[in-house]
């Protein structure tokens, strides 16, 4: 029996490694979180050069428009000051027309002035953003890298000890393997503890004298009463 418990108690500590190392693969850093954060980056990039050519599109139709304006209030001015209109009331549509003209360029002046501004804004921030998306995308790349590297060490190691656990699971039978595993499992992957004085390991109250000397003795597979875990009997070192 002690020996049959002896390789239960290896196969729990493969077990327990196992786990360790599930967990750490699960827990390792895939990059997701610098995807979504390079994802919403982009996303925003997208929208400010979208605004930009927008902008830049209508500072074009503005500067065509004032140039259209200019030339059209240049052609009044030279009928009004080249002396061929001598008429008073001409004389005053075209003063009106060069005046209403003249407001219409500095409202368009001012709508290129703010799209100058807005413009140089967009262009500092989309410059930011490429500077944040490159040093993120950098990021990236070494975490996928730590990843790739990381995953496949771990994952060579679990192989290794699955390995391990079969070989140690053909020395034992297959009800005490059952009963382990049922008790491990309902049990937070601890179904079999190491006793080596007066308490017990897995939920650390202390033992009935009787079970000690029973362990002691090996003749039969014992539990806990508190935890119901398996116990195994070694002297304390």
Not at 215 to 236: F, M, V
């Amino acid at each position: 029996m002690n020996e049959e418990l002896s390789t239960l108690y290896k196969i729990q500590q493969i077990d327990l490694e196992v786990a360790r190392l599930q967990q750490a693969l699960a827990q390792l850093d895939t990059g997701a979180e610098l995807e979504r954060r390079i994802g919403a980056l982009e996303a925003e990039q997208a929208e400010l050069r979208r605004r930009q050519e927008a902008f830049e599109n209508e500072s074009l139709d503005c500067e065509l428009e004032i140039r259209t304006l200019e030339e059209k209030r240049d052609r009044f001015n030279s009928q009004l000051y080249g002396g061929r209109v001598s008429n008073p009331r001409q004389l005053h549509d075209l003063e009106e027309e060069v005046a209403m003209l003249g407001r219409e360029i500095r409202k368009v002046e001012d709508r290129l002035l703010e799209l100058m501004e807005a413009l140089e804004s967009l262009r500092s921030q989309i410059a930011a953003r490429e500077s944040q998306l490159g040093q993120l995308t950098q990021a990236l790349q070494q975490a996928r890298a730590v990843h790739a590297e990381t995953s496949g060490r771990l994952a060579t190691e679990l192989s290794q000890f699955e390995a391990q656990r079969q070989e140690e699971v053909s020395k034992v039978s297959a009800g005490a393997l059952r009963r382990y595993d049922q008790i491990r499992l309902r049990s937070g992957n601890l179904g079999l503890v190491r006793v080596t004085g007066s308490d017990c390991p897995g939920c650390h109250i202390g033992l009935p004298s009787e079970t000690i000397k029973q362990l002691k003795a090996g003749k039969a597979a014992l539990t806990c009463d508190n935890c119901a875990r398996l116990l195994y009997w070694q002297e304390s070192e």
